[in-house]
């Protein structure tokens, strides 16, 4: 699943004081990120992403992404799995004279979580094989 956001990132946005968007996301795994920026001067809107208080990207604390060729896309294999599925971005913009825009795409591959049952041993044999089958299937769709 595919979750696309647009940051405004002001001109002169202190690293101190950056503009920040929470996204909302689901339970899974994260396997691909793209930043892609509107500058005219690549490499002057930064940002970093973090997860609560903790920076996850760059995994250096303090460091941050410049998109110099405006845009970048890496693959990545960050599990989401406590609520709330989200993550912050702040970013920050060097130019005085230009605002600007970041575009993030994150793609989740979401986690297979069963509704409540009361149990499964009291189950036929072939709501259990059933279950299971589904299960499977889940696991291995794209």
Known sequence: MNFNYMLAVPRDTLADNPVSLTMTLKPGTVKQITISSSQTDPGAIRCAFFQGQSQIWPSNPNS???????????????????????????????LSWFSGWLWI?????????????????????????????KLFEASNAP
């Open 64 to 94: 941050f992404f410049g998109p110099t060729v405006f845009s970048i896309t890496w693959p990545e294999d960050f599990v989401l799995f406590d609520p709330p599925f989200e993550l912050t971005v702040r970013a920050w913009n060097s």
């Open 105 to 133: 795409s994150i793609t989740v591959k979401e986690r297979v979580v069963l509704p409540a049952r009361t149990s499964l041993v009291y189950q036929p044999l072939d709501f259990i094989t059933a279950e299971i089958n």
